[in-house]
């Protein structure tokens, strides 16, 4: 795993600073037959691409996304990996940035799996505001007790109505399940971070009583959050189709095999990936593979 993470990140010669591993691969353990999710940290996009329009992609509508295969050792790894820089990366994972997308994500288990050393300390303090960025935005829709189960099931359903998944309802159940350990260790230093005050004793979690006006705010806030996610993961999977090797067939493969809907890739499609990919979206949303 390190020696392929370190092969993607040469791609990216100097500019690459370090490669997180984070998804479902991670959660099962299951490196096989399905593609591994990464996140390469660059140290700017510039330097990275040498190229303006990819550059300007990737800070307008972050991350950009490639397709990566190694065989090492006799054995064949395929990643799908993203692009930020640290800097962008560190704001999108920090109570700053109001979208779900980089805070949802890495606060779920994720492993830094390459990275220079100068880097190290900046990418793990990155990824260590994540759990509480999350938990801070969700804090007005969560009930004042709950197990520590209930509180990042409830956290995590809120960002699944924030972007367009292919997962069926009750994600959060399964994220939870498959690192118990990780939540309940994390919970109680991730409210403190989160500025929550609560106590925390063994799986129960009290938390102190939210203002009818904060819940109010709380729940205008998450529908502008599902608004602005849903218009940039559309975007993002228009950009994914030009910068992804195959893939239009990737997101075929991703969407049938999480809604179980039959995506069927014609050959004009693939031609036009861009055009293929917002009438594949429509008619996706009609059948309501995605949400």
Partial sequence: ???????????????????????????????????????????????AYGSAGLAIANRLIPPNVFYA?????????????????VEQFRHLASPACFNVSVWARFAQPSLLVWARPEARGA????????????????????????????????AFGLTYGSELRAEKKGKGLELFDLAPDYYLAITAPALEAAG???????????????????????RIAWSLRSLQGKLLSALRLIKATATFTGGIDYLAWKITR?????????????RHPIIGGLVLFRDLKRKGAIR
């Fill in 1 to 47: 795993m390190a020696a392929f993470a370190e092969r993607v990140a040469s791609r990216y010669g100097a500019a690459a600073q370090a490669v997180l591993f984070y998804g479902s691969a991670l959660r099962t353990g299951d490196l096989s037959g399905t593609l591994l999710d990464f996140y390469v940290l660059v140290d700017s996009y510039r330097h």
């Fill in 69 to 85: 295969e190694e065989e090492i050792e006799g054995v064949t790894y395929r990643a799908k990996y993203a692009v930020l820089t």
């Fill in 123 to 154: 990418v793990i303090s990155a990824v260590a505001q994540a759990p509480a960025t999350l938990l801070r935005a969700a804090r007005p829709m969560l009930p004042a007790e709950a197990t520590v189960r209930a509180l990042w099931v409830a």
């Fill in 196 to 218: 929550i005050p609560a106590t925390v004793e063994g799986d129960r979690v009290a938390l102190p009583a939210v203002t009818g006006a904060r819940r109010l705010r709380g």
């Fill in 258 to 270: 999480h809604s179980g809907v039959t995506v069927e890739i014609k050959p004009w499609h693939r």
